[in-house]
């Protein structure tokens, strides 16, 4: 019988242990990168990507890691495919299912995703969407881990405090929270918090892996004895109307000194990037010793390597 296929949406979509899994894979990648020996998994095989925002570092990390890999990737800018001029996610999904051997969808409405994977014959990966950023969360907690090893052990232990936004990157971070089984501390304004139906889902995992949320209003309050501080803009794609009214019901929702005197002493600041500096992160913070928001951004493409591999490889 042919084996179903699966896909990445949210980080829901695997098993604590799968996601341990993915992290060792990702451990054995980044080395092979290193040393500059690259195993030729998915040979000939071709990822489309359909983005309908921007990207930086989620075009680049999977056209490298597929290339890596051995095989290729497609980049479908909404500008130029027939999804953006009527055509539906349904003949899209069944379209692409004949070329290509998975799917990553960067969108709006988190219901393209689930609706293009529906219909699709591969594995569809969600490269972000207004609900969710799954891929940034595991390359997120890789990089405690690689950071903090002690971490990986304990993470009962742990304090990840997330200021600012709770949208896609908190909303993953909060959900990977609940399987790790870390403490999850989130410093948002009113009316900006994790929305209803994402706490209800990570507080049915957190039954399984014991895992605490801490839901605070004060940044300074929220940062104290954290592990791992995490920003994110204010203002994300596709909200761009709401810039100004945003940008001054986040004024205080910055990673800065004050806020990282709070965390401990070795803490480490993450941010999925790109950055808005000196709004939710300062210069100072951001360059600092503390930050290691480069090798997060690096760990994408390990970590989505390796998703690659649990997806595709025989
Ligand atoms: N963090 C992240 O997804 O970056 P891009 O928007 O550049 O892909
Ligand atoms: N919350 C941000 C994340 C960017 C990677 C956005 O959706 O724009």
């Given at each position: 019988m042919k084996k179903k296929k699966r896909d990445f949406?949210?980080?829901?979509?695997?098993?604590h242990e799968e996601i341990y899994k993915i992290f060792e894979t990702t451990e054995k990648l980044k080395k092979q990168v290193k040393r500059n020996r690259f195993k030729k998994y998915l040979k000939n095989k071709t990822l489309g990507m359909i983005f309908e925002k921007t990207s930086t570092r989620t075009r680049v990390s999977f056209e490298v890691g597929m290339s890596q890999l051995g095989g290729n990737a497609l980049f479908l800018s909404k500008n130029d495919i027939q999804l953006n001029k009527g055509e539906t996610i349904y003949d899209t999904a069944k379209v692409l299912s004949r070329f290509v051997d998975a799917i990553m969808i960067r969108t709006f409405a988190h219901e393209n995703v689930v609706n293009l994977a529906q219909a699709a014959d591969v594995p569809v990966i969600n490269g972000l969407s207004d609900l969710l950023h799954p891929c940034q969360a595991m390359a997120d907690f890789f990089t405690v881990f690689e950071n903090k090893p002690e971490l990986k052990r304990n993470p009962d232990s742990m304090k990840l405090t997330f200021i600012g936004d709770g949208n896609n990157v908190a909303n993953s971070l909060f959900l990977l929270s609940a399987i790790i089984g870390n403490t999850f501390c989130i410093a948002n304004p009113k009316g900006y918090g994790i929305p209803k139906q994402i706490q209800e889902m990570g507080e049915d995992l957190a039954k399984k892996s014991g895992a605490k949320f801490i839901f605070e209003e004060n940044p300074i309050k929220a940062a104290k004895d954290a592990d791992v501080l995490y920003t994110d803009v204010w203002v994300s794609m596709g909200q761009e109307k709401e810039k100004e009214e945003k940008v001054a019901i986040f004024k205080d929702y910055q990673i800065n000194q004050d806020t990282l005197k709070e965390a401990k002493t070795d803490s480490i600041v993450l941010h999925c990037l790109p950055a808005n500096r000196g709004m939710e992160i300062t210069d100072e913070v951001m360059d600092g010793p503390h930050s290691r928001v480069f090798d997060e951004a690096e760990n994408r493409m390990h970590v989505q390597k390796a998703i690659l591999l649990k997806l595709l490889k025989k």
């Open positions: 949406l949210g980080v829901y979509d695997f098993s």
